[in-house]
Structure formats: structure tokens, C-alpha cells
């Protein structure tokens, strides 16, 4: 069993430069629960929510005026080529916060003394996934992780839960910002005008906090209860955000980007969800249900599952699930009791590396195990990961990335890693010895026939691409 | 193609030193010297490269490999030129190109790490020193013959030094390189998961790769790329280019002829790039050590000593030669009976042509360049 490997990249992010050994694996980690600091210093000085509200929202309306003043030239005949240019400035406010705070995260990955914890941010952003490819969510994505992921993931799953489900990263996300009770006061006086039609119910993020967040797919719940659900999540909105139809309501002191529950957006009325009569206490009505769905024995079970693959590979064993699953529901899902169940369970400690690493952890892991800094001060982190095939806070869908070799394990994608590897071992050149670091970072696992290649290769820079590219390096 | 000096990139800051420094382009009297150091990282096998083909031992040493040089120009009684170097031949003609032969850093044993690292730092063991001889040589050169760069991500060991140097590398030259792509399909092959994956990676992957690759155009590149990078008013002086893929353990005779084709060419497009200020241009090839004289049993040879340096450069005072003090093949000859022996050390002959093309002190260029020697 390579337990100093496994804990170090199963578990962990790779192990660093500086690290001291592994000697006893699983007493390391389940240290780490308690040393966790949510709060990293590499996160210190990104944009708060108001100032990435207000920066899409001055984009918007930036937007909005170029091209009303597009449409003025055209009709004056004299077209100024200026709104594109200045439409790309206003745009980069907004990217940018994405763009620092992807930095910071890869900076926060590479430095923290509590690998295992890190991990388990990223495994629970994933899972509470927001994608970066609404125009939105761009400035909020690293927000969102930092604010409503990272301060929660040692708390009840109940409460990581209700952060996720509160930030305007998801709010925005997944339409309920713009989801309106059907007879709200609000919708019941733009219907007696009678002028348009009247705003009305958006089901998306009820039905994928029972599908994706909480109870799992096909685990009995129906229509009703979706919509039952999506009625009582009405009144969350985001603030700053411009002149959609809630925003004439915020009060007067509503800060940009902060979530808000408008009373005159929320359907009145008790909801009946799962056979559960909800009564309307306004914002409480959505949180008693969230709190219920949290500990259902559905949640335990998808969430067992979904912790146990993520540790174990792509068919995790029913073992581990079920003892994962039972922990949660005894400890009304009580996160740092799980993690120390699947720590001192024997199932992610099977030697066979199950898993390839996904870009990011591979990424990660190599930079960690560099002391030189392996990337240029100029280097688009963004753009890398793009390249490697997982964009940051990006993956395109509520259901996050997959946790599946053959997600990562492709061909092109292969190349990829060894062309990164290869450019940062020109980077790096003689400044760091793979035949030194080979049995740091891969440990217990390092073969005679990797060790063999390294030793072998034909320049230090070479070595250094091959130890990245290796097999066990490849892989967690 | 002539790049802007902006395009430079010196460790992450933009290269200033031309505007920074007035007068600068313009200050040298006469033509400024120019020095390129090619290094062949992996060991490049010197008895093919320049083979003893008079050396009554040669032929059966290399066996079947023996006739590698066939159709190469013979160069005097003993060595003929491998046929991939035409160009150089002509330079050879020309008495524009030296080769010294059986030359060896202090470095005795055969690991391309520390081989590499004494190559480069000068120092008399691995890892003795932190800069190189490049970057030392760079203090004794006037101030408009001191600008250097290297074609390389990052500033490799033997510029490094006290003066300032810069680092140019083009995106469009892939990093993967044929050598590192063989390996890794090696370390794959018993790997369930990765052997099919790289396998049809590497088939869709275009091999244009390093110096040899692209029937030795990417050498020609590499060579156009670095005499544009010389040839400005304001251009650099000093240039290490890199090239990997010498480490010929199997079928070395694709691929060793393939790599000298590619040297054949950077060479060639650099003295075409040059034009005039070829002939006070020095170039220095040289590897870490060289490779066994016995063929292996899978069509190469391994890490070995001894092996050969050129020298080229339209004003050379020592062209047209071949220089060894001949070990013979022999295998009593050899040095710990396996490799080509060294007879003569690689710093003084790197030290005797630096002094020579640029007119200094030969004592104070060698105890600059090799201060533990």
C-alpha cells in the first residue's frame, strides 16, 4: 500500500518542495480538519461582492449605451469606430476580478499547509457548481467559492447548503433571480394593469437543488414538488444588478451584489414539497425546506456516493457509500465527521492509482513540487487551463465536471499535459534535480522503471518533464 | 524577419539595454565580434560525427554502423565528416570550420546531468559552480559586444553570471520534442491506461519537432531565428542556442543523421542570416561527453567520454583542420575500455578559440572562463 503517495495526492494536492515527510498518512490528514483556515492569505485582497456587482452592471450599461449611440451614428451617417474598443474596456472589468481571482485560487492550491481540506473546496464548488459561461456569474465565480463554499465545508452540509444556494453567483446562475410567485404582490399589480405580461415562476434552480445539490436524480420526487419548491424559493434576488423587474423594489440601502428577499416577490401561500406542508413564513418558508432536504436520506446517500467515488474511483464500493452514507444521517450530516470516516475507512487507501488526476490537480501538483516558480509572472492562469481542457469555475453546466478517468484520460489531452510539462522544464531547466524530487512527490509509489527513466533522461529539464509526465505522477 | 527588441522577453522584463544605454548600437568601432555556443544536450557521439575511419580499430568496433559516414567528405588521412553535414563540409573547405577531437570536460563520469552541468558552469565537479563560462567570458567583452541571449525559456547555466542577459523563445518551436516523445512511449508501454492514449497521440501529433525534425528545416529555422536576433545595429552578441536529442542508445542511424541535418542547417542559415558579419562570428558546438565506441545491441551507443567540438566562423584562424592528439580505438587504448579516451581538455580548447576570436589575453580568458582549472 503507497499510503504516503495516496495521501499525499489522493487526498491531497501533491506534496510540496518543503513538506516535511508523510510518516503517519492518516493521522496527517485527519490534523489537517483542524488546522484548515478558510480564509488563506492568498484570497486576501480580491474585489468584494458590491464592487463585482457594480462593475457587470456598469458593463451592462455601457454596453446598453454604445449601442444606442451605434444606432444614433448609423442613422447620422457617421459611424465611430470607438464603442467596440470602449465596450472591450468596460468588459474587462468584470473578467478581470475573474481572472485575479483564478490566480489567487491556483496561488491558494499551491501554498496551503492543509492540501486535504483544499481539496475538499474544490470538490464542493464543483458540486454547488456555477459555470463562468453566463456572463454574470464571470466575476462572481471565485466569490462564490471563497464566500459561500470555503467558510462552510467544516460545518453541517445543512448550512454549506444554504451558502450556496444564497450567493448571487447561484442565484444569478441558475435564474432565480429572476423567478417571481406567480401572485406575488408584485405580479398581481403589473397583472391588474394589464399592460404586459405578468413575471412568473423560473423552476431552474429548484429542480437542481433536488437533482444535482441534495436528493439525486430520480429518487422519487415529482413535478409538483419542483414547482412546490421553486414557489417558495420566490423573493431571493440579487442586488445592483440594473432594472429587471425586482430591482424598482429593492430598498433604497441595498448594497450591489448582496442577496436580498423581497417579500413582494415571494409567492404567498404554504408549499407542500416531499408529502411536507411548509407554511409561509416569507425567507424561512425555502430555508426550512433546504434544511429538510439536507438530511434527507436520499441526500445522504448521493452525497456518500458522490465523496466515495471522488476518493475511490469510478465504481466506488458499496462498503464505503453505505458506512459514508450512515455517518451522515447519524450526525445530521455533519461534514468533518464524514471526512474522518472516509480517512480511517479502508477502501481510498486500495494501492491501485484509480485515478487520473483532472488538470487542475495535476497542474497544482506540479507547482507544488517545484521551489522555483515554474510559470512565467505574465502567464494567463486562465488561459492554461482552458487550454488543458478544464477552464476554471467553468464547466459548463450545473452538474460541474465529471469525476471520471475517462473524463481527463483522453489522448490530445495527454499531449497537452506533456507539452506544459515540457515548457516548464524549460523553465526550469538544472534549477531543480528530478532524481531528488521523484521520490519526494510520488513517494512510496515511485517504480524502479520511473526512476530508471529519470535518472536516464537526457538533460535535467528532461528529467524534470519526464517525473510530471510519469504514470504515477499522471494519476492519484 | 528582424524583431523588435521589444519582443525580447529578459526573465519576464522587457529587454531595455539598447535604449537604456546611449549610443549603444552605434558605439563599436569597426564590426563587433559575435560568439553562438550551440549546445548538444543528450552526448552527442563524436566518432560518428567526425569518424576515425583510419583508425584500424574503427571498422570493427562499429560494425555494421561502421559505414554511417559513407559518402561523408573526407577531411584528412583519418577523419571523414558524417554525410548529414554538408554545409559544414563546404565551411570545412573554406577553413571556416575546426573540429577537435577526442576532447572531454573534467567530467568523468557518464551522467547527462552533471555532464551537462560542468559543460556549462566551467567548474572542475557537478554543480561547483553557479554561473557559467559564457556568462563569465561576457565581463572581459567590451560593452558593445556584451549583449547576450539565449534561445531558451529560461537563462541556462552557462550565461548565467553578473551581466544582465535575455531569453527569447518562440512559441511556434514545439516543446515536445522526438527524444522525450520516444521516452515517455517507453515508460507507457506496459500502462493500460496510458499506452493506447499516447499511442494515438502520438500518431496525430506532427513530429516537427526539434532541430532534426521537418527534414532539418526546424534547424534552419532555429538558425534564421538566431541570426535575426544578431544581426540588428542593436542586436545580440552572444548566443546559446539549444538542441536536444543526441542521446542515440538505439537506431542511431535515422536519428544521429537526422540531428546533424538539422545542425547542418542552423549552421548553414546562420552564416546565410549573418551575411557580412559571418566572418567575425564564432561558433562553438559542444556536448557533454561523447558515447561508446562499441555499437550496443540495439543499433546505438551509450553514454561514453570523449567526443568532438567545432568550431566554425568565416574569420577562424584555425580552419580547415582536424585536431586531436589520436587515442586510437584500440581497446587497450580506451578509456576504462569502452569509451574514446580523452587526450586533450574541452575548456582549453573552448578557452583558445574565445581568446583567439576575440583577441585577449589567453591566460586571463582561461582562468576567467575556468577558474578551478
Known sequence: ?476 | MILSRRSIILSGITVAAAGALPGFAYAAAGTPKRLVFVIQRGAADGLATVAPTGDPAFAAARRAMADETAGGAKLDDMFTLHPALAATAGLYTGKQAHFAHAVATGYRDRSHFDGQNMLEGGGARPYGRDTGWVGRLLTLLPAAERDAIAIAPAVPLALRGTVQVGTYAPSRLPQADADLIARLTALYADDPLLHPLWDSAVKTQELASDIGGNNGRNGADLGKLAASLMLPADGARVMMVETGGWDTHSGQRGRLAAQLRGLDQLVGALQTGLGPAWSDTLVIVATEFGRTVEVNGTGGTDHGTASTAMLLGGGLSEGGKVSADWPGLGAAARYEGRDLKPTRSLESVIAGAVARHYALDAKRVMTTLYPDA
Open chain 1, 1 to 476: 500500500m503507497a499510503a504516503q503517495y495516496l495521501a499525499a495526492n489522493r487526498f491531497g494536492l501533491g506534496r510540496r518542495f518543503d513538506d516535511p515527510a508523510i510518516d503517519d498518512p492518516k493521522a496527517w490528514l485527519t490534523r489537517q480538519i483542524g488546522d484548515y483556515d478558510p480564509a488563506p492569505a492568498a484570497l486576501a485582497g480580491l474585489a468584494r461582492r458590491d464592487a463585482i456587482a457594480t462593475a457587470y452592471a456598469e458593463y451592462r450599461d455601457e454596453r446598453q449605451a454604445m449601442r444606442r449611440e451605434a444606432k444614433d451614428a448609423t442613422m447620422r451617417d457617421d459611424g465611430d469606430p470607438m464603442p467596440e474598443a470602449m465596450r472591450r474596456m468596460a468588459r474587462a472589468g468584470f473578467r478581470k476580478h475573474y481572472a485575479e481571482a483564478a490566480g489567487a485560487r491556483l496561488a491558494a492550491a499551491v501554498a496551503t499547509p492543509t492540501p486535504f481540506p483544499e481539496r475538499l473546496v474544490h470538490f464542493w464548488a464543483n458540486h454547488f457548481a456555477v459555470s463562468a459561461d453566463k456572463q454574470t456569474v464571470v466575476g462572481f465565480a471565485g466569490n462564490y467559492e471563497n464566500e459561500a463554499i470555503r467558510p462552510h465545508i467544516m460545518g453541517k452540509f445543512a448550512d454549506l447548503l444554504i451558502n450556496a444556494v444564497h450567493h448571487p453567483a447561484m442565484l444569478l446562475y441558475l435564474d432565480q433571480a429572476q423567478s417571481f410567485g406567480p401572485d406575488s404582490a408584485f405580479a398581481t399589480r403589473v397583472r391588474n394593469r394589464g399592460k404586459r405580461k405578468a413575471p412568473g415562476l423560473n423552476e431552474n434552480l429548484a429542480r437542481e437543488i433536488l437533482e444535482l445539490h441534495t436528493l439525486g436524480v430520480r429518487t422519487g420526487y415529482t413535478q409538483s414538488d419542483v414547482t412546490a419548491f421553486a414557489k417558495a424559493l420566490t423573493g431571493l434576488t440579487v442586488a445592483g444588478l440594473g432594472r429587471g423587474a425586482g430591482q424598482r423594489l429593492m430598498p433604497a440601502d441595498a448594497r450591489p451584489g448582496e442577496t436580498l428577499f423581497i417579500d413582494r416577490l415571494h409567492q404567498p401561500g404554504a408549499q407542500t414539497i416531499l408529502g411536507k406542508r411548509y407554511d409561509d413564513n416569507g425567507a424561512r418558508q425555502a430555508e426550512a425546506v433546504l434544511r429538510d432536504l439536507a438530511v434527507h436520506p436520499a441526500t445522504a446517500k448521493h452525497i456518500a456516493a458522490k465523496l466515495a467515488r471522488h476518493f475511490t474511483g469510478d465504481a466506488p464500493p458499496a462498503a464505503l457509500v453505505d458506512r459514508l452514507s450512515a455517518d451522515f444521517l447519524k450526525t445530521g450530516g455533519d461534514l468533518p465527521s464524514l471526512y474522518r470516516t472516509l480517512v480511517a475507512s479502508p477502501e481510498p487507501w486500495a494501492a491501485t492509482p484509480a485515478m487520473f488526476k483532472s488538470p487542475w490537480d495535476w497542474t497544482v501538483s506540479m507547482l507544488r513540487a517545484l521551489k522555483v516558480p515554474a510559470l512565467g509572472e505574465r502567464q494567463n492562469i486562465a488561459a492554461m487551463f482552458t487550454q488543458l481542457g478544464q477552464p476554471v469555475w467553468r464547466p459548463g453546466s450545473p452538474a460541474g465536471y465529471d469525476d471520471k478517468v475517462a473524463t481527463w484520460a483522453g489522448s490530445a489531452a495527454l499531449m497537452q499535459r506533456v507539452e506544459l510539462a515540457s515548457r516548464i522544464a524549460g523553465r526550469i531547466g538544472d534549477r531543480a534535480d528530478a532524481r531528488a524530487l521523484a521520490p519526494l512527490v510520488l513517494a512510496d509509489a515511485l517504480t524502479p522503471d520511473t526512476a530508471q527513466a529519470i535518472a536516464r533522461a537526457d538533460s535535467p529539464g528532461q528529467g524534470i518533464a519526464m517525473l510530471f509526465a510519469s504514470p504515477a505522477f499522471l494519476r492519484r
